[in-house]
């Protein structure tokens, strides 16, 4: 990661990531691993989106990677 990408990572692990795993208990030491693994595959989705041109439109993606996230979650 650039600098600047790794600081806005922080900031938003520190200010949004980390608040949401307490909420659902997930434990302090396997935060930064569930936090990578959503944040890489939300950019895959990305990724293939544009590799594909953008054809799907910006709500079918945003559905698409909200299923992703939610079906992943245990409770």
Not at 29 to 42: K, P
Not at 54 to 61: L, T
């Amino acid at each position: 990661m650039t600098l600047n990408t790794q600081k806005t990572y922080e900031k938003m692990f520190e200010h949004i990531f980390d608040p949401i795993m307490e909420k659902f208990q997930i434990p302090k030491n396997e935060r930064e691993y569930v936090a990578t693994y959503y944040i890489h595959g939300l950019i895959a989705i990305v990724n293939h989106w544009v590799n594909n041109d953008c054809q799907d439109s910006i709500e079918q993606i945003s559905r698409i990677m909200t299923k992703c996230v939610l079906v992943n979650r245990e409770e």
